[in-house]
């Protein structure tokens, strides 16, 4: 849970005395092996802020990565889990660009930071009073003058204590990212979410919407009758964003974006052909990125980059070329899946480093590697599957892009 900051930790932090207290608090080494030494250190210098201190330079670290910009904010722990990416919050707020924007669960700031450059008007609310004064320091809006009160305005963005439930704006563009754990675990139950899915699209119907959710949410069951996005970022996925039918893109209701850190995009969508051949596996194996086939978009993906599946139920592709920038697997050889005929095989080329990559069958890929034993020198990718219901392994080199 980490330390539960309070107001006057704040007040403390964002003022002269916290930030000296802060810059030499970043001077420690703040490992497991220093953790007692540095602790009774900063008691020592600053008794009753020590933890609030450490807590603080303790989450900037934490923070770097996934928040570059970020070095001199103000967090807690629960806050920088559920932040949102910069890179992931960029790509929302540029399609919002030019548009008034309330997000209405706002937390420490860091979607308003994408969206205050773009956005004419920002206005960012919550409940918590601690993270919408975190939230003012962050953004270097004026701090709330009293509890419920607003803060003063700063270049284009305001903030307010408000229940993301009860609409507080009219003419803006509503963003709200529910909180995703219940009871201390994480929900997939859209009633579950704080506040519940159901009730935030009914207070706000009608209105222009983007709500951001786990790529795991059953989209189909829930009904939405928008466009739902799912967003990777150096190949892992991120989130699922729901828009509305006013913010969703023509003819679409799914879209798979992959970013990346270089600053690459790239998008696809349900409106783009999704014809591909019935063929025997090509020259390549292709593991399309997680957004793809998290949006179902798999089909769609092969036809724009001509390549086929290696099983319609399956979302390996296969083909005689690799996209750009993507990883492929070229194949070796064949054979049935088999754990005896694959040691054979391995053994017999000299096998060493071994990857093993599964879809379709139930195969724990760490325990088949220390069954196989690999002792050799050369490097080979396993790639587990089935086609129809045979299992099948194709032994393949991989080629990085």
């Excluded at 450059?117 to 953004?139: F, I, W, Y």
């Excluded at 391995?346 to 480093?353: I, K, Q, T, V």
Aim: proline content about 6%; hydrophobic content about 45%; glycine content about 8%.
């Amino acid at each position: 849970m980490g330390y539960r900051f309070g107001r006057d930790d704040v007040a403390f932090l964002g003022s002269a005395a916290g930030r000296a207290a802060l810059a030499e608090v970043d001077r420690l080494e703040l490992t497991t092996a220093t953790h007692l030494r540095d602790i009774e250190r900063v008691r020592r210098s600053h008794a009753e802020h020590a933890a609030a201190l450490i807590e603080t330079v303790r989450l900037r670290r934490k923070a770097a990565a996934k928040l570059p910009a970020a070095a001199d904010w103000l967090f807690t722990d629960d806050a920088l889990q559920q932040a949102t990416p910069a890179l992931v919050a960029r790509h929302r707020a540029a399609r919002l660009a030019g548009r008034a924007v309330h997000d209405v669960t706002c937390s420490i700031g860091a979607e308003l930071a994408e969206l205050a450059p773009v956005c004419p008007v920002v206005v960012g609310s919550d409940l918590d009073e601690v993270r919408l004064a975190m939230a003012a320091h962050n953004l270097a809006v004026a701090p709330l003058s009293a509890p419920g009160r607003l803060a003063a305005q700063s270049r284009n963005i305001v903030l307010a204590k408000a229940d993301a439930l009860v609409p507080t704006t009219r003419d803006t563009v509503i963003i709200a990212d529910p909180a995703r754990r219940a009871d201390g675990r994480r929900t997939y139950d859209p009633a579950k979410l704080q506040p519940p899915l159901p009730d935030l699209l009914a207070a706000y119907a009608g209105r222009d919407i983007a709500v951001k959710s786990a790529p795991g949410l059953d989209f189909d069951r829930l009904g939405w009758d928008g466009e739902v996005e799912i967003v990777s970022l150096d190949g892992s996925v991120r989130e699922a964003c729901l828009w509305s039918p006013g913010l969703a893109g023509a003819g679409v209701t799914r879209r798979a974006t992959v970013l990346d850190s270089r600053g690459g995009a790239t998008t696809l969508t349900d409106a783009e052909p999704d014809d591909i051949p019935e063929r025997a596996p090509g020259d390549w194996i292709v593991d399309p990125d997680g957004a793809v086939v998290r949006a179902g978009l798999v089909r769609h993906y092969a036809a724009k980059h001509g390549l086929w599946q290696l099983d319609p139920h399956i979302a390996y592709l296969t083909g005689d070329t690799v996209p750009a920038g993507m990883r492929g697997f070229r194949i070796e050889d064949r054979f049935e899946l088999r754990e005896k005929t694959l040691r054979q095989e391995l053994s017999r080329r000299d096998c060493g480093a071994l990857e093993i990559l599964v879809r379709g069958v139930d195969v724990d890929p760490d325990a088949l590697r220390k069954k196989l034993k690999p002792r050799g020198a050369i490097p080979y990718t396993l790639v587990l599957t089935r086609i129809g219901r045979t299992g099948t392994a194709f032994l393949c080199t991989a080629v990085a892009p």
